[in-house]
């Protein structure tokens, strides 16, 4: 059985590939690792590959890895996609940070790269831009949700961490409350894509940093009810959502319930589901147009 184990990284393709390496440089502070005419790979101050971008017509997440148990065998994967009725290949040296991935399509249409093992690509901390810790979560709208989730716990080993009502489905794969999120609306697209900062002070400095640039912060600051996590939103040039995010809720799967960090309304806080209002928030304001319009 497959146990993805946390997300590795995103390729979105662009029309303008320029614009966003600008974006994922300057103002996200990722350093530029393998560069050609068409692509352009990203990774964090430390060296691990957040973001592919791929020259091409349309702007959306195109592909996203997952890493397996390291030093797992991808072949053995293959057979376990296979008796799923799945068929994949593997490709060897995707990334400089990639010996190889096993790669199948899901059933919204995302190219999934399986990898077992990865390495940093620099030595040398980072300096400038917001410089985040990591690529937490990614959300993406599809048209029916209990099905997307239903191959993603079944094939790939995810646990279902806490539903908003029956449309909005928060998905884990270690420790961190989520790793993909599902939200119901009649187009299969991206929604946001998610980065951890170190704390709370971490987004404040964000927040300054994007206020100085004149990008708008489109929702928050505030604390998510679902999740817990203190966040801000704004968008990428591709008008793709961005958050930026700390103190998500940490599962103990041990004892089958989230680590208040710092406090929970539910004690202990296990997978329930919530409704729409005290899960969109514990405190802060309510979203903007411009938040809210990526769900019409
Ligand atoms: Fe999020």
């Keep these: 059985m497959i146990q993805v184990k946390r997300i590795g990284h995103a390729t979105l393709q662009t029309p303008d590939i320029g614009r966003l390496v600008d974006y994922y440089t300057t103002i996200l502070g990722f350093r530029v690792v393998a560069r050609t005419e068409g692509q352009a790979i990203l990774a964090t101050g430390f060296g691990q590959e957040v973001v592919t971008l791929l020259r091409g017509e349309t702007a959306g997440c195109i592909r996203l890895s997952m890493q397996l148990t390291p030093g797992s065998d991808l072949g053995e994967a293959a057979v376990a996609l296979r008796a799923h009725g799945i068929d994949s290949q593997i490709e060897t040296d995707p990334s400089p940070g990639l010996p190889a991935v096993l790669t199948f399509t899901d059933p919204k249409g995302t190219v999934i790269e399986l990898f077992s093992d990865w390495k940093s690509t620099t030595t040398v901390p980072a300096e400038g831009g917001i410089n985040p ?43 961190d409350h989520h790793a993909v999120n599902f939200v119901r609306t009649p187009k299969t697209t991206l929604h946001h894509m998610a980065f951890e900062l170190r704390d709370f002070a971490h987004v404040q400095t964000a927040c300054d940093f994007l206020g100085v640039r004149d990008v708008p912060i489109i ?16 968008r990428n040039p591709d008008d793709q959502i961005i ?9 103990n799967e041990e004892l089958g319930y989230f680590e208040p960090r710092p406090w929970h309304k539910d004690v202990p806080q296990r997978p329930k589901v919530w409704d729409r209002k005290s899960a969109m928030l514990t405190w802060g304001p309510p979203p903007t147009p411009e938040y809210l319009r990526s769900r019409e």
Aim: overall charge negative; charged content about 20%; aromatic content about 20%.
């Design 219 to 234: 929702w928050g600051p505030g604390r998510h009810g679902i999740g817990h996590n203190v966040f801000i939103y704004h």
């Design 243 to 251: 958050e930026l995010y700390t103190q998500i809720d940490l599962m």
């Design 133 to 175: 810790l990591k690529f937490g979560h990614v959300a993406f709208t599809v048209p029916d949700v209990q099905r997307i989730v239903d191959f993603y716990v079944r094939v790939l080993g995810f646990r279902v961490s806490d539903w908003m009502e029956d449309f909005f489905a928060f998905l884990r794969c270690g420790p």
